[in-house]
């Protein structure tokens, strides 16, 4: 009896040295693990030799180096608020024989500046990806696709729209021709159809009906008013149908 109480005995003191040098590691290795982890993390991000995060607006850029002795330093540059990068610039487009100074973002269209910012809204947006021709306009004598062009492109450009070539009490021919064959129906496509069929007849002023055909191949017309307006610019070419 008293030799298992002796074994009992050393067995609990054995228990306790091993759960107090187990806390004792623990602790020890908390402290120097969550050291190593910070210094391996900044030296790992420092190993790229440089980091620099942007500066967003009114704070400082940060720059982050490793030294040769694995110390990691921390410089700030750039203070102050950052100067905002350009989106754009100032343009001059000749829009129906008028110089217009404005301002345009790189990425808007012609056809945006001409309506959102010009309040032409003759151009119509319909596919906005160059296949319907409701945004036709002419451009340095051509039937171009507006959604198609950008407005920093335009600069120095001569551009034409349907406001620029008659309005309701003084008509252009292709105007008064669309009227009188009822070629218009829901009007979408009206406006770049009447471009597209005077940039052909500035060009060629007495095309044959294929020519005609073939000319405005490019506008597609929804309500499928095409034989009406094939004879409103045959009309105007003086071409007999």
């Known amino acids: 009896m008293e030799e298992i ?4 005995k050393e067995k609990h003191n054995l228990t306790e040295n091993v759960t107090d040098k187990k806390a004792k590691m623990n602790r020890r290795d908390f402290l120097m693990g969550a050291g190593a982890g910070a210094v391996v993390a900044a030296v790992a991000v420092a190993g790229v030799a440089e980091l620099t995060l942007p500066n967003t607006g009114g704070v400082s850029t940060k720059t982050v180096t490793s030294t040769v ?3 990691v330093t921390t410089t ?13 610039k100032v343009v001059t487009l000749n829009i129906n024989g008028t110089a217009q100074p404005i301002y345009v973002q790189n990425n808007w269209t012609l056809l945006r500046v001409l309506r ?12 906005d990806r160059g296949e319907c021709g409701a945004c036709s306009v002419i451009m340095d004598g051509m039937a171009v696709y507006s959604c198609q062009i950008l ?10 729209t349907l406001e620029g070539i008659g309005n309701s009490s003084n008509l252009h021919p292709l105007q008064a021709a669309w009227i009188k064959h009822q070629a218009t129906e829901c009007g979408g496509c009206a406006p770049g159809m009447i471009m597209t069929a005077k940039a052909l007849l ?30 409103a610019v045959a009309d105007v070419a003086g071409v007999s149908v």
């Open 5 to 8: 109480n002796h074994i009992k």
């Open 69 to 71: 002795n694995n110390t």
């Open 76 to 88: 700030v540059t750039g203070t102050g608020t950052p100067s905002a990068p350009t989106l754009g």
């Open 116 to 127: 959102d910012k010009l309040q032409l809204y003759a151009a119509k947006e319909g596919c």
């Open 151 to 160: 407005a920093v492109e335009a600069e120095g450009r001569s551009i034409t």
């Open 202 to 231: 500035d060009s060629n002023p007495h095309p044959t009906l294929q020519q005609i055909r073939e000319g405005l191949s490019g506008n597609h017309c929804v309500c499928g008013q095409y034989i009406s307006i094939q004879d």
